[in-house]
């Protein structure tokens, strides 16, 4: 499984992937550097072979998430049960210094 994240425009964290076959559901969650759940980005999702998806920094309560370290763990399983895998991807979040 290949996964790679990139920053693009300003304030968007765009994931990449490529899974080991078609047809994995996924479950993606970002936590803070203190292993709290910040946002659920997908949740028993159904996913082609390749794609991406992206995170605004917006946390769960709809409102942005605080500068800081954070963790994107994804979890997935073929449809067949026999193909499980999970991948973390560290990042920060960051912002303009005045």
Do not use: H
């Not at 970002?30 to 949740?43: A, F, H, N, S, T």
């Amino acid at each position: 499984v290949q996964t790679c994240a990139l920053p693009i425009l300003e304030d968007v964290l765009q994931f990449f992937y490529t899974m080991p076959q078609g047809e994995m559901i996924a479950t993606v969650t970002i936590y803070d550097d203190q292993g709290r759940i910040v946002r659920k980005l997908l949740q028993s999702e159904l996913l082609g072979v390749q794609g991406n998806f992206t995170w605004d920094g917006i946390n769960d309560a709809e409102t942005k998430a605080g500068l800081g370290i954070y963790i994107a763990v994804a979890e997935a399983f073929s449809v067949d049960g026999e193909t499980n895998f999970a991948k973390r991807v560290a990042f920060t979040l960051a912002g303009k210094l005045d």
